[in-house]
């Protein structure tokens, strides 16, 4: 019994962080239409995570990171690259179309893997990705013959750079994930995006401060969205395995879609729709590859846990 209980509750604090994970597109979009600047939100919600995360990152030995070279090159990937195209793009698209591009991120990775780690990609990986990126040209490509670099193709675009640049950063990561607990690197991570992103505001002549109705969704955005659901998929993984819980964790695009569809009151068009299902059909089929192959990344990752006691953040933990 207790056991089918350990389960239970593992698989109900995946999927909530999954969830969570979603909703951070969602809320970030709600608070840029509420005429919140780009920068402004990024560099708030980013403070609420790492302020969120510092505890945590304390009981774990702290802020301090090794490895200064790689350190450099993965927060300009992570803390400045990242963010700021991200939320620019955000401003620009729609909230549907800012989650639905969160699939780039695993293809990106596995990308860049291949090419600085000479990491195996099997050419069912291979198809997936190209479905997935397809999915994500088509679900951005403008309606009735108009400019790709405007609107909302362009503001996908930009959040296409962003996932680039956080890809690199998942690469450099694993690195310094060597000998750095996970929440010390989101929490610097977060950190340092913030105070970019303040220096980018100011810079661009955008207002650093916000109105008191946009707290809650910085909160939401940063401190749970952002940090709890980091705190749910360890807690998770602890229960159902790393395997699982990171499939699990795979689905955040299915719960962001519901949640801007029903917090947002956007629709759906045939176009979206067709573009999130080759996606979806995409990410399903990485998750098959993974499970598939026990030579992959994924039982290269186990292996590295098992002599290092790190584990990396999971994707999409922005």
């Not at 080759?278 to 186990?302: C, I, Y």
Request: charged share 10%; with cysteine; aromatic share 8%.
């Amino acid at each position: 019994m207790m056991a089918k209980r350990r389960l239970f509750l593992g698989y109900a604090a995946a999927l909530g962080s999954a969830a969570l994970v979603g909703l951070f597109t969602v809320v970030n979009k709600w608070l840029l239409v509420g005429n919140m600047p780009a920068l402004t939100a990024g560099a708030w919600t980013y403070g609420a995570a790492g302020v969120a995360l510092i505890p945590w990152a304390f009981r774990r030995g702290g802020l301090r990171l090794r490895r200064p070279g790689i350190t450099a090159l993965w927060l300009l990937a992570g803390s400045v690259l990242g963010p700021s195209l991200y939320f620019l793009g955000l401003s620009l698209t729609s909230g549907v179309q800012g989650v639905l591009m969160i699939n780039l991120e695993a293809v990106f990775t596995s990308l860049l893997a291949f090419l600085l780690f000479r990491e195996r990609l099997s050419g069912s990986a291979l198809t997936a990705g190209a479905m997935i990126v397809a999915g994500g040209i088509w679900l951005s490509w403008p309606a009735g013959g108009g400019g790709i670099l405007v609107g909302n193709a362009l503001g996908n675009l930009l959040i296409a750079c962003g996932y680039m640049g956080w890809a690199l950063e998942n690469n450099l990561g694993r690195v310094l994930g060597e000998d750095t607990p996970a929440v010390t690197l989101v929490c610097v991570k977060a950190l340092a995006a913030a105070v970019v992103m303040a220096l980018l505001a100011l810079v661009f002549k955008q207002p650093l401060a916000i109105e008191r109705q946009a707290v809650p969704g910085v909160l939401v955005s940063g401190a749970v969205a952002l940090a709890l659901s980091l705190a749910l998929f360890y807690w998770a993984m602890g229960r159902i395995g790393a395997g699982r819980a990171g499939l699990i964790s795979s689905t955040s695009s299915l719960w962001g879609v519901l949640a801007a569809l029903t917090l947002l009151g956007e629709s759906l068009s045939a176009q979206v729709l067709t573009g999130g299902l080759l996606m979806a059909l995409g990410l399903g089929l990485f998750a098959w590859d993974t499970k598939r192959q026990p030579e992959t990344a994924a039982a290269h990752e186990q292996v590295r846990v098992e002599k290092t006691g790190r584990v990396l953040p999971p994707l999409g933990r922005r």
